[in-house]
């Protein structure tokens, strides 16, 4: 596609139930990553893979929240027993490569909105 | 510990005149930046970015100045548009890292008045 879609774009869950958000990154993006953003904040690292390798898992806030991305393509956020404060705006983006001494610019999708009830 | 703030939550310039939009960071190892700018209800688009070897980079109506020794960064918008109006996001990485991940500032709401 054009751009990174996600889907769904909303997302309301009552307490304790599982969700899967999806991310399909730009086409031949190898680096993946997930960011959180709450109300009134900026977003907040998740994780980042590196085609189908999740190399840096630093920003999950619990175990509660899985990220996979099994071919290297499409990737699913997973977040388990949702909780109200799990309710945010989260955000994949996508970038073609993944070089260490250089910066390679990272593309956003819309996002999901998750509000938790 | 926030890395990246902005200290201004909002800002509110009338059309024509210049927008400036302040950003502070503490982590020494942070060597590249970036402005995102995000309309309501859709993803951060990029705007402009800096590396620590430059102290000053332009790209049209936007220049983004960079004072490592403050460690401090701001975005010129000159002139200002009301189509500029949007949430702007002061955004660092340490591109020795794996994947170049970004830590974020809070963002600035900037309003341009016409």
């Known amino acids: 596609g054009a751009g990174v879609s996600q889907s769904p774009r909303y997302k309301v869950a009552k307490r304790g139930q599982d969700v899967a958000l999806r991310c399909d990154p730009i086409s031949g993006h190898v680096s993946l990553f997930w960011y959180q953003q709450a109300l009134g904040q900026g977003p907040e690292f998740l994780t980042y893979f590196q085609n189908e390798a999740q190399l840096d898992k630093s920003g999950l806030p619990s175990d509660r929240f899985f990220a996979e991305r099994p071919e290297g393509s499409v990737s699913t956020l997973k977040i388990q027993r949702t909780q109200q404060e799990d309710s945010a705006v989260y955000l994949c983006?996508?970038?073609?490569?993944?070089?260490?001494?250089?910066?390679?610019?990272?593309?956003f999708g819309q996002g999901t909105r998750l509000t938790v009830v | 510990d926030q890395q990246v703030k902005q200290n201004s939550p909002s800002l509110s310039v009338q059309e024509g005149r210049i927008s400036i939009l302040n950003c502070d960071y503490t982590?020494?190892?942070?060597?590249?930046f970036l402005w995102y700018k995000k309309y309501p209800a859709e993803g951060p688009t990029f705007l402009i970015s800096?590396?620590?070897?430059?102290d000053k980079n332009e790209d049209g109506r936007f220049t983004v100045f960079l004072n490592k020794s403050a460690k401090h960064l701001s975005l010129h918008i000159v002139p200002s548009q009301p189509g500029d109006s949007a949430v702007y996001f002061c955004?660092?990485?340490?591109?020795?890292?794996?994947?170049?991940?970004?830590?974020f500032g809070a963002g600035t709401i900037l309003r341009v008045k016409s």
């Open positions: 983006a996508s970038s073609l490569s993944s070089l260490r001494g250089s910066y390679t610019e990272a593309f």
């Open positions: 955004a660092a990485s340490a591109v020795w890292e794996y994947g170049n991940k970004l830590v």
């Open positions: 982590n020494s190892m942070f060597d590249y």
């Open positions: 800096i590396s620590s070897i430059k």
